[in-house]
């Protein structure tokens, strides 16, 4: 069955930058895009980006100049990076992919930023 | 980009009563509209799919309706175990735009 899972460190100091994976399982990333949602605590839910199946990539305007989007298909890996992280990036990221009746979800990640 | 409005952006009600949520699509999404439930420290749990149709489990009380660009969630009569936040997510086009929540309370 479709899984996503994600992983980073639940720690990241402010002005660094955040690693995050996803690892699937269940479906090629050939086949399906796969995209990051994230939710700020306290606040809402937003989609961050995704990495289409054919290995392009797109990102919200807000976060593009921050954020970057790669993969392994081999590992059944996609990758988050984002730079000049502030305590607002404070949250839950999660990795999802399309599907029907409704997207698969990640269990989720929290990441703190803080010194 | 598609932008989605909901609201209100909380709401106090009473149990038993009815409660209804809105979102407003900028443009057509057809019924590629989802309704979600979230409670603290968890994940979105999917009540409805499709704009109307209930996902497996959740109970009859929810139900989602369109008009339009217009998307309702409908809590025929509130239980406890319904409060928390609940937010709609358009999936017709990338990207993906969710509505900015509505924090469900008891009065």
């Known amino acids: 069955q479709v899984q996503l899972t994600e992983s980073g460190p639940g720690l990241v100091h402010p002005s660094e930058t955040l690693s995050l994976t996803c690892t699937v399982s269940?479906?090629?990333?050939?086949?399906?895009?796969v995209y990051w949602v994230r939710q700020p605590s306290g606040k809402g839910l937003e989609w961050m980006g995704r990495?289409?199946?054919?290995?392009?990539?797109s990102y919200n305007s807000a976060l593009k100049s921050r954020l970057s989007i790669s993969r392994d298909t081999s590992k059944n890996q996609v990758f988050l990076k984002m730079n000049s992280l502030q305590t607002d990036d404070t949250g839950t990221y999660y990795c999802?992919?399309?599907?029907?009746?409704?997207?698969?979800w990640g269990q989720g990640v929290m990441v703190t930023v803080s010194s | 980009d598609i932008q989605v409005t909901q609201s209100p952006a909380s709401l106090s009600a009473s149990p038993e009563e009815i409660v209804t949520i809105t979102c407003q699509a900028s443009q057509d999404i057809g019924s590629s509209l989802l309704w979600y439930q979230q409670k603290p420290g968890k994940s979105p749990q999917l009540l409805i799919y499709?704009?109307?149709i209930l996902a497996d489990g959740v109970p009859s009380r929810f139900s989602g309706s369109r008009s339009g660009t217009q998307y309702s969630l409908k809590i025929s009569r509130l239980q406890v175990e319904d409060i928390g936040t609940y937010y709609c997510?358009?999936?017709?086009?990338?990207?993906?735009?969710f509505g900015g929540g509505t924090k469900l309370e008891l009065k």
């Open positions: 499709s704009a109307t």
């Open positions: 999802t992919r399309d599907g029907y009746p409704a997207p698969y």
């Open positions: 990495m289409r199946y054919n290995g392009d990539t």
């Open positions: 269940g479906f090629s990333l050939t086949g399906y895009s």
């Open positions: 997510l358009q999936v017709s086009s990338s990207p993906w735009t």
